[in-house]
């Protein structure tokens, strides 16, 4: 079992597997955060001098723990390396001789010159299972080319929903979602490939492109009418792109409110005051409400202007109709439900002092998953790992 100096005993699903982790940003340790999260023993590793560019995005008492650094890098081990150089070649080799997981998102082609690409760490390890984030899947014209969360949002259609939703021009979400998506992607892809490895005794080259996974992830619903051929050109689910598809306002502010069976909306217009909207053949049957949805949205927020936001709640939570409180960012950090679940923590940095985190929302009767160690600083762990590894510093 792998034990963390820090914390002892990894408790965790994968409490044993040891990842060597060169990826940054936050694609890479989003993935890594929560492969961590489930007990892996993560060891990033980082160049000597910045590392992690994502450190200092932010303002931090340390100056290299920035917030979105902090909540994408707890429960890791922090070493740094110049794998330029050849005694950081000799750690990361044995560093790559010791793991089950070599996870990275840097350009093959450089990792290749660095000379650790799949078949050189293969012939350190033979059944590594080699996990290389990529931009754009091998074969393709793009292969070679860098990417970012905002190119990738733009190529696979995703800033173009704003654009059919509003009519104006084409915007990105305000949330690095492509990056996210693609790191859940690398997610399953780590654990299908460890769950092979534990069959077979084989590791494997495993590539998570973005732009492939996050197409993936975006056209699921909005292939929409170009899925069976010839197509008819309506690309997007005419309920997701339409522009009333929003939280709905009340008389002291807004909620989210989704009737969805055919009883639920029945129930909602006579509670609203209005039972013969149903009784429309517009909106009688799913497929209609489906294809006029613009107009019943725009009725919706007719009838829910005409009471509080505390009404509708209580009303709807009577009568088993889908609806919840809508919150800015602030309210989310004083949500009751999230409160009395414990999600959001206060934790204790030795040197950054006291921070909030997330506790990992996936529920592991017999594996619980933990806070285990803070975000480390740079090379927090160097003199520990390497003296694990027989090397000194």
């Known amino acids: 079992m792998t034990t963390d100096s820090r914390s002892g005993p990894r408790t965790g699903p994968l409490a044993g597997v040891r990842i060597i982790d060169m990826s940054s940003v936050v694609l890479g340790p989003f993935a890594t955060l929560i492969l961590a999260d489930l007990g892996a023993e993560v060891i990033k590793v980082e160049p000597p001098g910045n590392g992690d560019i994502m ?11 920035g917030p979105i650094y902090m909540a994408l890098n707890r429960n890791k081990k922090a070493v740094t390396l110049d794998a330029r150089t050849p005694e950081g070649k000799e750690t990361l080799a044995a560093l790559l001789k010791s793991a089950d997981v070599f996870f990275h998102n840097v350009r093959l082609a450089g990792m290749e010159r660095l000379g650790f690409g799949y078949d050189t760490v293969r012939a350190l390890k033979e059944d590594i299972v080699y996990v290389h984030c990529a ?19 733009g190529a696979s259609g995703f800033a173009a929903l704003n654009a059919l939703r509003s009519g104006g021009r084409p915007e990105y979400a305000p949330s690095l979602i492509a990056d996210k998506t693609s790191g859940l992607f690398a997610v399953y892809a780590t654990l299908a490939a460890l769950f092979h490895r534990a069959r077979t005794g084989e590791g494997q080259f495993v590539q998570v492109p ?33 522009p009333n598809r929003r939280p709905y306002p009340t008389k002291n502010g807004y909620i989210g409110l989704v009737p969805y069976s055919d009883d639920q909306w029945a129930r909602f217009f006579e509670i609203g005051g209005r039972p013969g909207v149903f009784a429309d053949p517009r909106f ?15 009725l919706i927020e007719e009838v829910t202007a005409t009471r509080t936001t505390e009404e509708w709640l209580d009303l709807m939570d009577k009568a088993d109709i889908p609806a919840m ?33 997330m506790r990992h929302p996936v529920h592991f009767s017999a594996t619980p998953a933990r806070l285990e160690t803070p975000p480390p600083r740079p090379g927090a762990d160097n003199e520990t790992i390497l003296e694990s590894l027989g090397l000194g510093i």
Request: glycine letters at 10%; aromatic letters at 14%; zero cysteines.
């Open 55 to 65: 450190r200092y995005a932010g303002a931090s008492p340390t100056g290299d723990l």
């Open 135 to 153: 931009g754009f899947g091998k074969g393709g014209p793009y292969e070679r080319r860098q990417a970012y969360d905002d190119l990738i949002q």
């Open 210 to 242: 973005m732009l492939e996974s996050f197409t993936f992830f975006n056209m699921v619903e909005n292939l929409y009418g170009e899925t069976f051929l010839p197509g008819n050109g309506r690309l997007a689910y005419t309920r997701s792109v339409n």
């Open 284 to 298: 009688s049957t799913y497929q209609a409400r489906t294809e006029h949805i613009g107009e019943l949205y725009a």
């Open 325 to 357: 409180r809508y919150n800015d960012l602030a309210d989310v950090l004083t949500d009751p439900h999230l409160a009395a679940t414990g999600f959001f923590q206060q934790a204790e940095h030795p040197e950054a002092g006291p921070y909030r985190t």
